[in-house]
T-cell receptor, first 118, second 114 residues
Framework: GAVVSQHPSRVICKSGTSVKIECRSL??????MFWYRQFPKQSLMLMAT?????????EQGVEKDKFLINHASLTLSTLTVTSAHPEDSSFYIC??????????????FGPGTRLTVL | GENVEQHPSTLSVQEGDSAVIKCTYS??????FPWYKQELGKRPQLIID?????GEKKDQRIAVTLNKTAKHFSLHITETQPEDSAVYFC?????????????FGKGTLLTVNP
């Protein structure tokens, strides 16, 4: 159990275009999902918390108008990178939170999306 | 907010030796401490976690210890194998409620030499 998928795995786009990344929890419901960004040889940097049925919560310094998040159902969250530029090139990873009880939540990660903006 | 420090940044051991990675955290409200293993280009995989109501947890060759008073926790891998080579991340968060955030350490690149 606890499988999270992410699509696409790789995407190459031209500067100025928008890219949508999907994150799905396949065998559990996730009211909360998270979006991270990871640069080579660095740790995971939380970008935003995605809550089903409500607006996402963005971390300080992350532009909410550039990184649009939609959590349309209990198994799907999407991240859209709008007007992408080369500096947006990175590895984007989502995670889905599985709740065992009020005090015990686990995060399971998707396989990541490698975005390259030309 | 929470701050997690992780040491060492790189660790090289011989096959069969033990490896220890240490993390400290700053927020006394944190009470959930997972460890993730990430191979190059792959997703982080949860390998073990510990909650603050226990001091130690073991799963085969992997163990985690927690000292809440000192605000530090450690990952212990015994009888290391080449396939243990990866980047390991510790994390901390408060648990409870509808959602929580993980704060990650900067990672430890573990290399197990055959």
């Amino acid at each position: 159990g606890a499988v999270v998928s992410q699509h696409p795995s790789r995407v190459i786009c031209k500067s100025g275009t928008s890219v949508k990344i999907e994150c799905r929890s396949l065998d559990f419901q996730a009211t909360t999902m998270f979006w991270y960004r990871q640069f080579p040889k660095q740790s995971l940097m939380l970008m935003a918390t995605s809550n089903e049925g409500s607006k996402a919560t963005y971390e300080q310094g992350v532009e909410k108008d550039k990184f649009l998040i939609n959590h349309a159902s209990l198994t799907l969250s999407t991240l859209t990178v709008t007007s992408a530029h080369p500096e947006d090139s990175s590895f984007y990873i989502c995670s889905a939170q599985r709740t065992r009880d009020f005090y015990y939540n686990e995060q399971f990660f998707g396989p990541g999306t490698r975005l390259t903006v030309l | 907010g929470e701050n997690v420090e992780q040491h060492p940044s790189t660790l090289s051991v011989q096959e069969g030796d033990s490896a220890v990675i240490k993390c400290t955290y700053s927020d006394s409200a944190s009470n959930y401490f997972p460890w993730y293993k990430q191979e190059l280009g792959k997703r982080p995989q949860l390998i073990i976690d510990i909650r603050s109501n226990v001091g130690e947890k073991k799963d085969q060759r992997i163990a985690v210890t927690l000292n809440k008073t000192a605000k530090h926790f450690s990952l212990h891998i015994t009888e290391t194998q080449p396939e243990d080579s990866a980047v390991y991340f510790c994390a901390a968060s408060p648990s409870g409620g509808s959602n929580y955030k993980l704060t990650f350490g900067k990672g430890t690149l573990l290399t197990v030499n055959p």
